[in-house]
């Protein structure tokens, strides 16, 4: 059995980590280079660096906050934002990343997938879904940070990313995201029935039973939390002890 991984999220916007609810109504928490090396000295698994503005205002992820965060942390690292070329995946790599994260590019240049697993590894290449639901049982992908409905089929869109290439799902309830109600149980439990691939479960999360849950019946592979972490509520260790003590494996 693998163990199951626990990740903070660093949302960045203009070099700031910050929080929303259902992706609106930012506030700024902290640095992002000082956050990341608080969690990684609290034990976390791995450390996701969404630059979320930089699809929608048309500029590259920031490649030198990447460098200083991977500077102080010695665990995967994944940065997403912004990221639309071949070349791009390269640079955010050389500086310090060890997988990125595509979501809207990759709508759009579904070759990006192929092309990144081809050149640097499926393991390297993070395949990250905004999701909403659109009626009872069927989610829609939503891009440039959560504000265009693409009128795509969720379920559909994860089978094609999996066979171009993509070696892990990074899977966000837009309906959960920010609102600390629990992750979204039954998307994750249909999104890691229908690949073989590693998901992310991301959105919602409120509680330390959450992350129990999203793992036990969500069968998620890996809990991602922001607001949780960022204000204190609960430290990366605590969860872990918890869920050791419940059985659920974890590096300690």
Not at 27 to 32: F, I, L, S, W, Y
Not at 93 to 116: Q, T
Not at 121 to 144: E, S, T
Not at 209 to 216: A, P
Request: one cysteine or more.
């Amino acid at each position: 059995m693998h163990t199951k991984r626990i990740i903070p999220c660093l949302d960045v916007k203009d070099g700031k980590v910050v929080k929303g609810i259902n992706f609106v109504g930012l506030k700024e928490v902290g640095n992002p280079v000082e956050l990341a090396e608080e969690y990684y000295k609290q034990g976390a698994d791995e450390i996701v660096f969404l630059d979320i503005t930089a699809t929608h205002e048309g500029r590259k992820t920031m490649v030198e906050v990447v460098e200083k965060v991977a500077e102080k942390i010695f665990i995967p690292f994944t940065v997403g934002g912004g990221i639309s070329t071949v070349d791009g995946i390269r640079k955010v790599l050389r500086a310090g990343a060890d997988k990125v994260s595509l979501n809207s590019a990759a709508i759009r240049n579904k070759a990006l997938i192929k092309e990144g697993a081809y050149y640097f590894g499926n393991q390297c290449i993070v395949l990250a879904v905004d999701a909403k639901r659109r009626d009872k049982d069927n989610w829609n992908v939503y891009i440039n940070g959560g504000r265009i409905d693409t009128g795509i089929d969720l379920f559909k869109w994860i089978e094609e990313a999996y066979n171009l290439g993509a070696g892990e799902i990074l899977l966000t309830s837009m309906d959960a995201d920010g609102t600390k109600a629990g992750f979204d149980i039954e998307l994750t439990k249909r999104v890691s029935n229908l690949v073989d691939i590693p998901v992310i479960a991301s959105g919602g999360c409120g509680s330390i039973e959450d992350f129990k849950e999203v793992f036990v019946n969500g069968e998620a592979d890996a809990a991602l939390a922001a607001s949780l972490f960022h204000y204190g509520n609960l430290k990366v260790s605590e969860v872990k002890e918890y869920l050791r003590k419940n059985n659920i494996e974890v590096r300690i």
